[in-house]
């Protein structure tokens, strides 16, 4: 089994502005980590962004953007299970990216290592990647992203190692994170709080051929994104509930009105079945 950590730098709060990649091996600690710069598309640098991570328009203007880089970094994605401090950050900045350059969005497996170090050191006060790597004597250029994939792949490695296993993917397991795999999510129908509850065996999951609504704000996409990943996966995106819809994507803070359709609809045509965004993302084979 191969596991690589992976850390996106962003210049602005848009999730397809990455302008820096690390990828780190996590059982081969000593192999070179893979660094890039991305020159974003516009190249507009929020003085916040900049502030965190030091990146500046000069420092990308002769870089490849993202489609030029996705080459060399896809072929250190594929067949990877991939750790993330954060991963629903970074498994987003990846799909936005991919889905602004027009390529396609592969089947990747995700393990999150802050809810790794929350389950495996409880008693620290926080969590975040550069109080995890003091807690475990780590050297940390925070925010220079080959040294946070470095980091959290050590983090990774060393749950791995206190818990007697040999990959993460196991530790992972053990500590009931990140348990579920792609291919294998569960359809929820929605309460009345407009959560998505009752979690009961789902049917086959595809998107060819399936209409899709969506409600409420994505983590990972913006609306228009996840638009366009549903066409290129084969399906359609409505904009409301409608008699055909077979799925409504439920984000946080949904809309009444469309929750209300889909209990109506759900009781009349048996249909469209609720998923949060994780079951989304799984069904796109993002996990």
């Known amino acids: 089994m191969i596991e690589r950590a992976i850390d996106f730098e962003t ?35 929020s003085p916040f962004c900049s502030a965190v991570h030091g990146i500046q328009p000069a420092h990308v203007a002769d870089a490849p953007d993202f489609a030029g880089i996705w080459p060399d970094l896809s072929m250190r994605l594929t067949g990877a299970t991939l750790l993330a401090h954060n991963a629903s950050f970074d498994a987003g900045v990846l799909t936005a990216c991919l889905l602004a350059a027009g390529l396609p969005v592969p089947p990747l497996r995700f393990i999150c290592t802050v809810d790794l170090a ?65 291919g294998i999510p569960q359809s929820r129908p929605v309460g009345q709080s407009g959560r998505v509850e009752n979690a009961v065996p789902a049917p086959t999951k595809r998107v060819e051929g399936q209409a899709f609504a969506i409600t409420g704000t994505l983590v990972a996409f913006s609306r228009p ?17 409608r008699q055909d819809t077979d799925w409504l994507v439920v984000g946080l803070s949904p809309g009444r ?25 799984a069904m796109l084979g993002i996990g």
């Open 118 to 182: 929350r389950a495996a050191f409880p008693q620290l006060r926080s969590h975040k990647l550069n109080i995890v790597a003091h807690h475990l004597g780590l050297s940390l250029d925070h925010h220079e992203a080959g040294s946070d994939a470095a980091a959290c792949a050590a983090i990774g490695r060393h749950v791995a190692d206190m818990l007697g296993v040999a990959t993460v993917t196991e530790a992972a397991e053990r500590l009931g994170v990140g348990a579920r795999r792609p």
């Open 257 to 281: 009105t469309k929750l209300t359709a889909a209990q109506a609809r759900q009781q009349r045509y048996g249909r469209p079945t609720l998923v949060d965004e994780a079951e989304f993302m």
């Open 11 to 45: 210049a602005n709060e848009r999730r397809d502005s990455a302008c820096a990649v690390g990828v780190a091996e996590v059982f081969q600690p000593a192999a070179p980590i893979f660094r890039r710069l991305i020159r974003p598309v516009p190249a507009r640098f």
């Open 225 to 241: 994104q996840a638009a366009r990943a549903i066409g290129q996966a084969g399906g359609t995106f409505q904009s409301y509930v």
